[in-house]
C-alpha cells in the first residue's frame, strides 16, 4: 500500500513538473514570438519612416530651394531695395508676381507664398497684394501675436527659420527668409506658409499600422502636424522625447517607439 502511494505520488510529482516545463516552454515561446514580432515590426517601421524621412526632407528642400532663389533675385532685390519706388518701379511687381505664380504652381497648392516688402510695407503674393494689416489678418495669427509683434518678426533678419503657432486649434507653420538673403539690413522677407495635411499625408501614407498616432515636432518642441488619436498626440507632444535616432518612452503605461526624421535630429 505504501509503494502504490509512493509511486502515485511519484507519477504526480512527474505530471506536475512536466506540466510545469510545459508552462515555462509556453511563456518562454510565447515571449520570443512577442519579441520578434516587435523587432520585424520595428523593421518595417524603420523602413517606412526613412521614406517619411526623406519625403520630408524633399519638402523641406524645395521651400529651401525657392527661397534661395526669390531672395536672390535680381528684380526682387532692386524692388526692395529702392527707398522710395517710383511709378516705374511699380511694374516690375508683374514679373516678381508671375514668378511667384510658377512656384504657387509647382507646389500645387501645398505651399502659400508671400513677399513682404518694407519699402512700401505690402505683402505680395501670386494673386494678390496685402497691405500690411490685411496681410497679417490673412494669416489667422491674431490669436497666436500681436500685429506689432508680427511686424517686428516680419523685419528681422531670417535664415530659413521655422516658426510654428497655434491658431484656433491648429498649428500654423511658416518658413522667414529675408531679402537680401547676405549683405546688409534685410529689406524684405518671404513667407512661406505650409499645409499641415501635406506633412500629415507624408506621414499618414507610410504607416506601419492603419490609425496609428503620428506627432512631428520641431526642435523647439512646436507642433508640425499630428495624425490619429488627439489624446495621445497630446501627451507625445508634452513629452521629453529624445532626439536620437530611435527611442522609447513611456507613457500612461503604455511604450511608444520614437523615431526622429534626420532633418530634426541634433537640433
Given at each position: 500500500?505504501?509503494?502504490?502511494?509512493?509511486?502515485?505520488?511519484?507519477?504526480c510529482?512527474?505530471?506536475?513538473?512536466?506540466?510545469?516545463?510545459?508552462?515555462?516552454m509556453?511563456?518562454?515561446?510565447?515571449?520570443?514570438?512577442?519579441?520578434?514580432?516587435?523587432?520585424?515590426?520595428?523593421?518595417i517601421?524603420?523602413?517606412?519612416?526613412?521614406?517619411?524621412?526623406?519625403?520630408?526632407?524633399d519638402?523641406?528642400?524645395?521651400?529651401?530651394?525657392?527661397?534661395?532663389?526669390?531672395?536672390?533675385?535680381?528684380l526682387?532685390?532692386?524692388?526692395?531695395?529702392?527707398?522710395?519706388?517710383?511709378?516705374?518701379?511699380?511694374?516690375?511687381?508683374?514679373?516678381?508676381?508671375?514668378?511667384?505664380?510658377?512656384?504657387?504652381?509647382?507646389?500645387?497648392?501645398?505651399?502659400?507664398r508671400?513677399?513682404?516688402?518694407?519699402?512700401?510695407?505690402?505683402?505680395?503674393?501670386?494673386?494678390?497684394?496685402?497691405r500690411?494689416?490685411?496681410?497679417?489678418?490673412?494669416?489667422?495669427?491674431?490669436?497666436?501675436?500681436?500685429?506689432?509683434?508680427?511686424?517686428?518678426?516680419?523685419?528681422?533678419?531670417?535664415?530659413?527659420?521655422?516658426?510654428v503657432?497655434?491658431?484656433?486649434?491648429?498649428?500654423?507653420?511658416?518658413?522667414?527668409?529675408?531679402?537680401?538673403?547676405?549683405?546688409?539690413?534685410?529689406?524684405?522677407?518671404?513667407?512661406?506658409?505650409?499645409?499641415?495635411?501635406?506633412?500629415?499625408?507624408?506621414?499618414?501614407?507610410?504607416?506601419?499600422v492603419?490609425?496609428?498616432?503620428t506627432?512631428?515636432?520641431?526642435?523647439?518642441?512646436?507642433?508640425?502636424?499630428?495624425?490619429?488619436?488627439?489624446?495621445?498626440?497630446?501627451l507625445?507632444?508634452?513629452?521629453?522625447?529624445?532626439?536620437?535616432?530611435?527611442?522609447e518612452?513611456?507613457?500612461?503605461?503604455?511604450?511608444?517607439?520614437?523615431?526622429?526624421?534626420?532633418?530634426?535630429?541634433?537640433?
Amino acid at each position: 500500500m505504501f509503494k502504490r502511494k509512493s509511486v502515485l505520488y511519484t507519477w504526480c510529482l512527474s505530471y506536475g513538473l512536466l506540466l510545469l516545463m510545459m508552462v515555462v516552454m509556453c511563456i518562454m515561446l510565447g515571449r520570443n514570438a512577442r519579441n520578434q514580432l516587435i523587432s520585424e515590426y520595428k523593421s518595417i517601421t524603420q523602413t517606412l519612416q526613412k521614406q517619411s524621412n526623406n519625403a520630408i526632407n524633399d519638402y523641406f528642400d524645395e521651400l529651401e530651394r525657392c527661397a534661395y532663389e526669390i531672395s536672390n533675385d535680381y528684380l526682387v532685390n532692386d524692388f526692395v531695395s529702392t527707398p522710395d519706388p517710383s511709378g516705374s518701379k511699380y511694374y516690375n511687381l508683374q514679373p516678381i508676381q508671375q514668378s511667384l505664380s510658377v512656384y504657387a504652381l509647382q507646389s500645387g497648392g501645398e505651399v502659400s507664398r508671400y513677399l513682404y516688402m518694407d519699402n512700401i510695407g505690402r505683402a505680395l503674393s501670386s494673386d494678390a497684394i496685402f497691405r500690411l494689416h490685411e496681410f497679417y489678418a490673412s494669416l489667422g495669427l491674431e490669436a497666436a501675436m500681436s500685429a506689432g509683434d508680427f511686424t517686428t518678426l516680419l523685419q528681422d533678419y531670417h535664415y530659413n527659420e521655422l516658426y510654428v503657432f497655434e491658431t484656433g486649434g491648429k498649428s500654423e507653420a511658416l518658413m522667414l527668409t529675408s531679402v537680401p538673403l547676405v549683405g546688409g539690413t534685410p529689406k524684405g522677407t518671404l513667407v512661406q506658409v505650409m499645409n499641415p495635411e501635406t506633412i500629415a499625408g507624408m506621414i499618414q501614407s507610410n504607416s506601419a499600422v492603419e490609425d496609428s498616432t503620428t506627432v512631428l515636432l520641431d526642435s523647439d518642441g512646436s507642433l508640425l502636424s499630428a495624425t490619429g488619436d488627439a489624446a495621445v498626440a497630446e501627451l507625445l507632444e508634452n513629452a521629453d522625447v529624445s532626439s536620437a535616432e530611435d527611442s522609447e518612452i513611456t507613457l500612461g503605461g503604455q511604450l511608444y517607439w520614437i523615431l526622429c526624421p534626420s532633418r530634426f535630429r541634433g537640433q
